[in-house]
């Protein structure tokens, strides 16, 4: 096992992972901006090394401050947390180059799994599902228009580079393609120094249901079920889910194999996670692979009763997974993200939390790094804490979230709690009627009700 980790990341899962690192008696390292000087990560570790100023790009996102961190404590490993660099397959590179350990893939595989395109191929080789689309990046609008013909319009643009959304462009028309290709080349190539673009066929109405993968460095390969993340707004989820309630043993099970498989065809170690668009007939199709560990992870964990943060410190210090792959899930688990937001407008909230009161009682579990007179700095992003609930079954978990919401006091700053109790009520919701365009809907239903009811409407910009 490590010795001393350190832990390249803030927020709650920078503590998430320093509460594995002390279960496993493993010593702590973090690091902090200035801005995160109070942060109780830097205060709870047993070392902490200031990294830089407040923006990102000179923190917690700088390979030329964190290295010398890991070298100058004698961290053997790093642990990098979701966001910043977690998908940097280059900064995985030089730590080995440095014989410090990375808690995460091998970086061959974040850098596969980092091209949305060679992702694809990497699916259809293992024989996974993937929508009719290009194999290659498209070299013209002219083959473009071909191979969109073929495939049926609508259609979706994608960055190969991109990924969560990012520069992605539905075309509806074969008029529009090459206007639409032209754009979406230079804003990959602007944002992501890469004007690589394929296409799929477009699914309107899909849901978006990911699996929980895990492989060690023995050849092994799990899944511990799937997580229900149709609920999301402009690419950021909301709420989760686990198991997803639209799933029956058999599709979770074909599910599960497709997944299993695709790691086996990269050989992949740690933990990551298979995102598939699931479609009203019930057909599932590959998206794209996530090479970290999750916010969401929680429900899984929940369900699964697996600590999965514990695990991937496990596996890459060179355990073996002893775990059966896809055990049946007992009970349910919903995640809501208490974002720093004004839940009208969904614009940042930051500032200082004056009261704090979390719920608590059998089942629920708060994952945060919040405190009364805590302040959160506006340079990050607005992830206050996650509440997790878990029940017997997906109305208790409901009611049990319910409650928990109602309990759940932060004053000073506005948080997402009131969205997420509409959410709850919401009728499609309790049904389990989901997909990407449920908050669509829902917002749109909000605002036609209170114009009905004649409360004012909140007043934009
Ligand atoms: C799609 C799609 C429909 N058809 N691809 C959004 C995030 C990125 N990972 C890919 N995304 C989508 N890809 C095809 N062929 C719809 C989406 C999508 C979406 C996916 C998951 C969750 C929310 C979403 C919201 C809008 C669009």
Redesign the pocket.
Known sequence: MFKKVLIANRGEIALRVMQACRELGVRTVAVYSTADRDSLHALYADEAVCIGPPPSSESYLKLSSLIPAAEITGADAVHPGYGFLAENAHFAEVLGECSIGWIGPRPETIRLMGDKAAARRTALKAKVPV?P?SEDPLPDARTAEKLAGKVGYP??L?AAA????RG?R?VRRKEELAGQLATAREEAEKAFGDGSIYL?????R?R?IEFQVFGDSHGNVIHLGERE??I?RR?Q?LLEESPSPALDDELRRRMGESAVRLCQEVGYQNAGTI?F?LDEDGKF?F??MNTRIQVEHPVTEMVSGVDLVRLQIEVAAGARLTIPSGLPARGHAIECRINAEDPERFRPSPGKITTFHAPGGPGVRIDTHAYEDYVIPPFYDSLVGKLIVHDKDRPAAIARMARALEFFVIDGIKTTIPLHQEILEDEAFRAGDLS??FMERFLEERAARRELEGGEEPEGE
């Open positions: 929508l689309g259609i979706i994608k991109g990924g969560g959304g992605m539905v799929e066929k477009y699914l309107t899909p978006h993340c149709s999301q690419h989820k995102e668009l199709y998206m794209e990407t365009h």
